[in-house]
């Protein structure tokens, strides 16, 4: 089966400016992450939707991220105006539905570098 | 709250070696703990799974254990390789919320 899609793989752009990344899950999975890892770090959890509803936002800075899935398939995370310290990677994983003893499946990430 | 502590953050050994990957969590309240193997400009691919009703699991060359009690999990890995050079991470399922907490990783490289 194919693998949990993101683009695009790399972005740099300067502070203040936006970017939106996207991600097409694993055909089935209704439930989708995105995290934010930063070189040195485990990933920190930004959002969690269940189809297209949101599980988990509490760790989202909503002053300048949002995340949408608007036909419980795939989404888009977006940050507007980028900081500095956004420089990190963006990765999406997909599981499947209530099943929590199964794993999770991550893509490639999107790797962002704001100067 | 609960803290994933991997250490050390970073290990070179001379291929051929077993070796273990140590991995501590503060509240043992876990529905599950997750290896991961994450590679350099890489998203994470899941290793091993073990339930919290498990204490082992295996695949290949790779045995991750669980102790609960103690907080403790470790992966093993016999005959290393220099394929095996990554990163490795633990993340432990929380059972209250099912939130996963991640600890930081150890940075592996395997010496030809």
């Known amino acids: 089966e194919a693998g949990v899609a993101q683009s695009p793989r790399y972005k740099i752009i300067e502070k203040r400016q936006s970017v939106a990344f996207w991600c097409n899950p694993i055909?089935?999975?209704?439930?989708l992450y995105w995290y934010q890892q930063i070189l040195g770090q485990g990933p920190k959890l930004l959002i969690q939707?269940?189809?297209?509803?949101?599980?988990?936002d509490s760790q989202l800075p909503k002053d300048r991220f949002s995340a949408e899935r608007l036909k419980g398939v795939d989404s888009t995370l977006k940050i507007q105006p980028a900081k500095l310290e956004d420089s990190a990677v963006y990765l999406c994983?997909?599981?499947?539905?209530?099943?929590?003893?199964?794993?999770?499946?991550f893509g490639e990430g999107s790797w962002l570098t704001v100067v | 709250k609960q803290e994933v502590t991997q250490i050390p953050a970073a290990l070179s050994v001379p291929e051929g070696e077993n070796l273990v990957l140590n991995c501590s969590f503060t509240d043992s309240a876990i529905y599950n703990l997750q290896w991961f193997r994450q590679d350099p400009g890489k998203g994470l691919t899941s290793l091993l799974l073990?339930?919290?009703s498990q204490r082992e699991q295996t695949s290949g060359r790779l045995n991750a254990s669980l102790d609960k009690s103690s907080g403790r999990s470790t992966l093993y890995i016999a005959a290393s390789q220099p394929g095996d050079s990554a990163t490795y991470l633990c993340a432990v399922r929380m059972t209250s919320n099912y939130q996963l907490i991640w600890g930081a990783g150890t940075k592996l490289i395997i010496k030809p």
């Open positions: 939707f269940q189809n297209n509803g949101v599980v988990d």
């Open positions: 994983a997909s599981s499947r539905p209530r099943l929590l003893g199964n794993t999770i499946y």
């Open positions: 055909s089935g999975h209704a439930t």
């Open positions: 073990i339930q919290s």
